[in-house]
Structures are given as C-alpha cells and as structure tokens.
C-alpha cells in the first residue's frame, strides 16, 4: 500500500469542505497518481475535469500513463495529458495532465474553468514561474468567478504553513514516511578529478557494492554526455546499458530511458534534474547524486538569461535521493562530505526572483492587470525586474503609453513564446517571413533542436535535414 493511502480520507474530507487544501508529502509516498484518481469520484466533481499540473514535460506522460495504467486503459480515455508539441486526450478524459505553462494557456483563455472541478499544483516546492503565475490566476478565479473551484497544492518538500497562510489558512494534510529506507553514503568531493571522472568512478563503485539499476544526477547535456563517454570507455560491464536524460531528448528516448531494464541486465540513467521529481524508474535503486545543477539567471542590464551552475539545496538533495526508495529499500552516493550538507541552501531560490519577468508581465497585462498587487503569490515579483519587463513591453509595443495591451500585444500573448520572440515571429510574418520567423522561434526555445551551434544559419539547414518526429 501507498503511504499516501493512509491521508487520502483526511483529504476527501478537507477538500470537501474547503476550496484550497495543502498536501505534504515526502518521496516516493504516491501522491502524484493516487491522489487525482482518488479525488475523481468526490460528489464535488459532478462529471467535471481534474487538472494536474507538473513541472516537466516527461513527468506529465509518466504520470498520466502511470494512472491510466492502474485503470486498465490507455492515455487518452479517463486520464490524458498536454504538454508543449504533444497532447494526447479525448472527449472521455477527465484527468489531464498538463505542464504548468500549458495550464497558464489554459486558463488565460478560459478564465472560468468551466469544466474543471479541480486544479492540481504537484511538485509545488520547486517554485517555477508558471506556477507561481498559475496559482495566482487560479485563486483570482476562485474569488471573483468560480467560488467552488477547488486547489489543491501538493509538495515534498515545502513550508505547508507559508503556503497555508497564502490560500486563507487552508488546511495542511501531511503524509509521513518513505515507501522505503535510502542508506545514504557521503563518497565526499575531490575537486582534483574532472566531474566526469568523480562521478564515473562512483559508478563503477556503485555497481559492485549494489544490485539493480542505478540514476546518475548531473547538472546538463555536456556533463551528460562526458560521463557516457568516459563510461563507455572504461566500464567493462556487458551487462549494463547506459541512459541519457534530459530535455532536449526526443520523447520516445526520453521513455526509453525511463522504462525497466531488461531481464538480466543493469541500466544506469544520467540524468538532469528533469529525474528530480514525480518520475518513477522501475528498478532503480541506486542514486548518485554529484550535488549540482543547471539553474537561469536573468541579467536585467543585459537583458539576457544565462544558465548557471549552483550546488543544490537540501531540498532537491533531498528529493534526488528518495529516488532510490521509490520501489525498495535503496542506497544513495553524495558526491561530498557529510558536514557540507548543512551549508546547503534549503531551498532553491524561486524562479520569479532570478528570471525574465517580460513574459509574466505579458501574461498579467492580458489577464487586465498592471502589477501584481492584488494576486496571490508567495513572492512577489521584484520591482525593479517587473519595471524593466514593462519598459521593455513598451519598446516592443506590446503595451502603449498608458500601460495598457495593444493590439501588437494581444498577438504577441496568444503566442507560447517569450515576449521578445515572438515579436520577432510576428514581424517576420508581417514581411512575408512567417515559416522562417517560426523556425527561427523553434530553434531559440526547443534546446538543442537544430544541433548546438551557434551560427543560426547552420543550425536552420540542420532543422531543414531533420526528418524526426520532434523537428516536424
């Protein structure tokens, strides 16, 4: 049985009496697929939908084929999914689940929510922009259009009394303990070693001392691809098959990774932190976690967004090794000493404190508001990030004098793109440029669409070659 089975009445019963509902729950505890199918007969859902938001692409197709799997169906029929480039639902499906940037399209161009008896925020803890923004809408909705929407925001790791206080005092279901104990072993950090070799080594390491397969956590595609390389070099292990992961991937690799290994053999997964979170690896076990990850940083004097490399918080430490106890008792190797996880950051910063505000600044202009003063957000965009993102709406004639939506802006609002480029898109189309300004657009948002180069021209003709599912 799921931990999360043992709350699951204490839910039913404060959801039915309250419109906004925190859930806390650890690891590998089941919420992200048995909370939704449980809620789905409530009397307070009358036949209406239940949206599940996600943070990533892949853990949306994993949670809705996880759920439409413990139905005896296929996705598509009770439970399907929205992502970007990908839908798969029907006219039956009354569990969806979506991106949190698909869910903020969503309810700018249906404000109401008609159909929807409940929205779902998993994963809530990681603090993204889209669902900060989608939680603000959705509780505007709640008080000015849909007093019996219910929300429901749902975390491992997360301050539930912040949270609480945010939605009026809701209240806080918690679940406690883990599917399964992790023994976790600090292998402690030699920085006179490349990342790769460190990391390689506590591979090797980890498939002696331990059975089943094991996922790797390194920060990105580069770091990826060098530990495969010095894998595949050195491993002398024909048993054990090597799985990259990460976002640029196409969907069926993505899947493939993420399947079990087969009879008899061993899979390592090296994957970004796109692995963090509502994703279950099937015989995974073993967890190693190099404590770093890839995060954006906004420039405001530059006016450009630069990834950077940070070492994790103890929450995402956290997460990353409870991986390892999803499906039995695990292990999992930190690659540093035991006394530096106390000088880990608790939490990773909120996204709407270090990102590109233009687009949530886009996003609240269409929703009729100039600030976000009024909305419900943990915290609140920072004003000298938020002003620029106006200045810079007004330059591209996205809002005229007075602040208001333009026409151009309306446009440029109804497109899934940042601000900047999808003015581009749209000036393109306005020269007779349209298909090229779309391929332009393509390749600056899907990553490593096109190849990595970074002459553009180079990078179109290789979109122009690429017959994959994922480049049409």
Known sequence: ???????????????????????????GAGKTT??????LGEPWVEGRKIIVLEPRRLAARAAATRMA???GEAVGETVGFRVRLQSKVSARTRIEVVTEGVFTRMILDDPGLESVAAVLFDEFHE????ADLGLAFARDVQGLLRDDLRLLVMSATLDGARVSSLLGDAPVIESHGRMFPVDTRHLGRDDRLRLEERVGRAVERALAEETGSLLVFLPGQGEIRRVER????????PDVDLAPLYGALEPAVQDRAIAPAAPGRRKVVLATSIA????????????????LARVPRY????GITRLDTVRVSRAAADQRRGRAGRTEPGVCYCLWDEAETRSLPAFARPEILEADLSRLALDLARWGARDATGLCFMDPPPAAAYGEARSLLQRIQALDDHGDL?????????MPLPPRIAHMVVRAAASGQARRGAEVAALLTEQGLGGRETDLRRRLENLGRDRSPRAK
């Open 1 to 27: 049985m799921l931990p999360i089975e043992n709350v699951l009445p204490a839910l039913k019963a404060a959801m039915l009496a309250s419109h906004a509902t925190v859930l806390v729950a650890p690891p």
């Open 34 to 39: 048995a909370v939704p199918l449980a809620l």
């Open 69 to 71: 799997s413990t139905l």
């Open 127 to 130: 603090r993204s922009l889209d």
């Open 230 to 237: 010095w894998l595949s070099e050195r491993l002398r292990r």
């Open 276 to 291: 963090e979170t509502s994703l279950t690896i099937q015989g995974v076990r073993v967890v190693i976690d190099c404590g």
């Open 299 to 302: 420039d405001p004097a530059s």
């Open 406 to 414: 333009t026409t151009h802006g309306k446009a440029l609002a109804e």
